[in-house]
Every structure is written in structure tokens, then in C-alpha cells.
């Protein structure tokens, strides 16, 4: 296999139990599942989702010059005699077969991530953190379902010595056939958070759905749990109930594994002194947030337990950056001056909004500036969604945000109990609250805008970045 290559195509054929079909490469170069950004060379899987089935972009992802397609056997008959085909009797489970030999055949070690939130932030942390001590290979953006960790897990290069997983889930019983999968030496669930009430209903069934991961961790493997949440009891429990022999806790208790002893927060980074499984840090973080900073605990956690070089590690942090969506910062010109954009559009529930209104109470405004809140209704929230947006209220007020524009039938009853003081403005959705704010902002402003995924808060992001120059905020300072 040439140094580029992921997969030759014999082994790949064998762990999915595939025919191979027309003139086929002799290995290929990656995985993909969409074939808007396949790469030549690389592998398309036909897989047949909810919306839309991978076998009606067969011909654009060939044309594309992937260097072959994995189709369904009962789909055959819709490609030419000589496409480039692996055949297998179903692509999903093919590309499961093809994660298990992934896992099969590394020796890297494993970690993965769950939580309620600051699942994607702490695997990048870890990307970034592990990556000084050697190759590391992570999931990219949100893959943590059930199609996107054996992506995730069968793009790793058999030559990785990290590997670092996502998984997520929105019903019990989705994380254990993952987390089998990915075997982790090392498992992590950053916290327990009111998200998914509508289909667990309580947080004790949150715990659970999450300790799920627990039931693949490799033997003699740990787990690091947040010992600063309400639930880390029973986690505790569930932990040793799956076998897992070691569990490591983290967070500002006491008694914590890996404890916060001091940080300060700044509007771009962070300054952390922690004590590491018995060794003081000092290290600062690139990004804003205590939400990172307490994460950071897990991450440097997980380091010293797989073995890499803690120190290292350490100051890696110092470069973590916000990503688009997540907390990423954009400096748009206005007349008179600039204004910041905090990108946090991905997605959003109780918790995260918390954390995302704290870095906008410490985000810096100009001598006439304000700190403003675009925010899109928080879903599958259940009977208690309208109390937990009119909750929010509290964390408005203790950040000292001066507007909240609001969108969303259940973001109403945050608008509701807002200070007249506070309005911004309210929309039934965000094309029509767009018109709002746009308008609204100016120079020396600070505008946060976060909601759930459905809630389509990115447009106005986009619509602020269409209608002014602008940059990424991250740039600017260094320049």
C-alpha cells in the first residue's frame, strides 16, 4: 500500500464482503459519502439516508474522478456494465464492516467523547493536543451517529497513534453499538445537560443514554467523567456496572482527578492553573470560555492516560481556535468602525447558550458599543421547553447583554420575560428576524447568534457577512 493510499482494494473488498466490479484502482486515497466533495481517487459510498439515497449521485461522484462507488447489490442494474463498483448487500453495513477492520487493524490509541455538550470542542482539543505527540486522526466536524463514527472510524490511517471519536445521540440505545465499535481505550462524557428531554424525558435518562459509552471501553481501558455534575454518582456506577476499571474525574471539586485550581477568562483566550492527575499546569487556552477551560481538565486527562506527553499537550492548547458555527469570531466593517460576529449558529440547548451568553458578557465593545443576542428557538426541549428559554432570562442579565433579538415560537417566552429594556426585536423565524437585525447593529457592537439546527440561525450570520467587509476576527488581532 503507497504511502497516500487508506484502504488497498483488496482488504477493503474483504471486510466488506464485497464483489469488486468494472476497472477498479488498486487502492484508494480516502472515504466519502457526498459527492459534492469527493476526491479523486477516493471511495463513494451509495448509503441511502432519510432524505436522499446515495445511489442517484453515483455518476456525479465518478465524474468527480472517485476511483470507485460501493452500491447496494439490489441498485446494480441502475450503472453501466463497467463502473467502478464494490457490491455489497447493504452500504451502510458495509461501511460498518469496513470501520470494524479499521479498529481491527490500528494501533492507535482510541478515545472516545459524549456529553450533552462540548463534544466536537473537546475532540478538537484533544485533535490538537494529541497531534504534538504524534499522528492523529479525529472525527471531522459533527460525524458522531450512527453513519458518522464508522466514517470517521474507517478513514483512520493504519498508521495513526491517536485516534479520537465523537459519538452523539437523541435516543437510547444509540451509543453502546457505537461505542462497541470504536472500542475506546479511553471514554470521556463532559457533562450531563437538558438536551433531547423530548425523547428521554428526564436527565437520569440522559446519564444513562450517555453512559452507554462505558460498554465498549477496551479492557483494562478508563473513564473520565465530569465530578462536578449532579449525576456523576451514578455514572460512577455505570462505569464500574460496564467493567471499566479505572475511572478519572475532573472539574473544580475537591476531589477531582484533574482539578481546576484557578483560571482567569479574557475575551479571546483563557489562563488556567489545574492540577493534572497529581502535576500542576499552567497553560492558556486560544479560545474564550470556563465552558473550554473545564473541558480542557478532561482533555489533558485523556492525554496522560493514553500516555502522550502531557506537556506537550499543554501548550498545544494555546492555539485552539473557535470554528464556524461553534463560537467562531468575525470582525465586520461598519460605518464609524467595526463590529464582532460570534458564530455560534450550529446548534444550541440550555446549556450551551449559557456558555455561549458568558463569552458574549466578556466579548469587548467599542466606547457606544453593546453586546446583543440573536437567538433561534432551542428544539426537542419536550413539555419544558418553554420554561428553559424564559430561563434564559437569568443568564442575560447576570452577562449584562444589552439586546436579545429573538426568533422562534418557543423563543417567545424568553422575549416574554425579557426587560422592555432588552428587546430587540422578535420574528416567528430567522428570514424574518434577519431584517431586524441586520439593520440593528453598529460599530463597536458585540453580536452573539446561536440555535438549533432547525431553528436556522447560520443565514443571518451569512446575511451580516453579505452585507459588510469582513474577516475572521482571529486574523485581525494577530495582524
Not at 474522478?65 to 441502475?78: C, I, N, Y
Request: proline letters at 5%; glycine letters at 10%; one cysteine or more.
Amino acid at each position: 500500500m503507497s504511502a497516500s493510499a487508506l484502504w488497498t482494494l483488496d482488504a477493503m473488498a474483504k471486510a466488506m464482503g464485497a464483489e469488486p466490479q468494472g476497472a477498479l484502482p488498486q487502492s484508494i486515497s480516502g472515504l466519502s459519502i457526498d459527492s459534492r466533495t469527493v476526491g479523486p481517487g477516493e471511495a463513494f459510498f451509495a448509503i441511502a439516508g432519510d432524505r436522499q439515497d446515495g445511489h442517484e449521485f453515483v455518476a456525479a461522484a465518478l465524474a468527480a474522478k472517485a476511483g470507485l462507488a460501493v452500491v447496494a447489490a439490489d441498485r446494480r442494474a441502475k450503472f453501466a456494465p463497467d463502473a467502478p463498483l464494490l457490491v455489497v448487500p447493504n452500504v451502510l453495513a458495509g461501511l460498518r464492516d469496513l470501520a470494524a477492520a479499521a479498529r481491527a487493524r490500528t494501533q492507535a490509541k482510541v478515545i472516545g467523547v459524549t456529553g450533552s455538550v462540548g463534544k466536537t470542542g473537546t475532540k478538537e482539543a484533544l485533535r490538537l493536543a494529541l497531534s504534538r505527540d504524534g499522528e492523529t486522526h479525529a472525527s471531522v466536524a459533527s460525524y458522531n451517529n450512527h453513519w458518522g463514527v464508522p466514517l470517521s472510524l474507517a478513514r483512520c490511517p493504519a498508521t495513526a497513534h491517536y485516534a479520537v471519536l465523537e459519538m452523539g445521540m437523541n435516543h437510547e440505545g444509540e451509543i453502546e453499538p457505537l461505542s462497541r465499535l470504536v472500542r475506546p481505550h479511553v471514554a470521556i462524557i463532559t457533562t450531563i445537560a437538558p438536551v433531547h428531554l423530548e425523547f428521554l424525558g428526564s436527565l437520569a435518562k440522559i446519564a444513562d443514554a450517555k453512559a452507554e459509552i462505558f460498554f465498549g471501553v477496551e479492557p483494562g481501558g478508563s473513564a473520565i467523567i465530569n465530578r462536578d455534575i449532579a449525576q456523576f454518582t451514578h455514572l460512577l456506577r455505570r462505569a464500574k456496572e460496564a467493567g471499566v476499571t479505572r475511572v478519572v474525574s475532573f472539574g473544580e471539586h475537591e476531589e477531582a482527578d484533574a482539578r481546576l485550581i484557578k483560571c482567569a477568562l479574557h475575551p479571546r483566550c483563557s489562563t488556567v492553573e489545574a492540577r493534572i492527575l497529581g502535576t500542576e499546569f499552567s497553560y492558556k487556552i486560544g479560545a474564550p470560555g470556563r465552558h473550554l477551560v473545564l473541558n480542557s481538565l478532561a482533555v489533558l486527562a485523556a492525554v496522560d492516560l493514553v500516555g502522550a506527553d502531557l506537556a506537550l499537550a499543554a501548550l498545544a492548547l494555546a492555539e485552539l481556535t473557535p470554528v464556524a458555527g461553534r463560537g467562531a469570531p468575525i470582525s465586520i466593517e461598519l460605518p464609524g468602525g467595526t463590529a464582532l460576529v460570534i458564530d455560534d449558529s450550529y446548534n444550541a440547548n440550555p446549556a450551551s447558550v449559557d456558555a455561549a451568553l458568558a463569552v458574549l458578557g466578556q466579548a469587548p465593545i467599542g466606547p457606544h458599543g453593546r453586546r446583543i443576542a440573536v437567538l433561534g428557538d432551542m428544539l426537542e426541549l419536550g413539555p419544558k421547553g418553554r420554561a428553559l428559554h424564559r430561563g434564559l432570562v437569568n443568564a442575560v442579565l447576570a452577562n449584562a447583554v444589552d439586546l436579545v433579538f429573538c426568533c422562534g415560537p418557543l423563543m417567545q417566552a424568553l422575549w416574554q420575560a425579557l426587560p422592555a429594556s432588552r428587546r430587540g426585536g422578535y420574528a416567528e423565524d430567522s428570514a424574518a428576524l434577519e431584517a431586524q437585525v441586520l439593520p440593528a447593529i453598529r460599530a463597536g457592537d458585540a453580536v452573539m447568534v446561536k440555535g438549533s439546527l432547525g431553528s436556522h440561525m447560520a443565514p443571518i450570520v451569512k446575511a451580516l457577512q453579505r452585507a459588510y467587509p469582513h474577516q475572521d476576527a482571529l486574523e485581525d488581532a494577530s495582524a
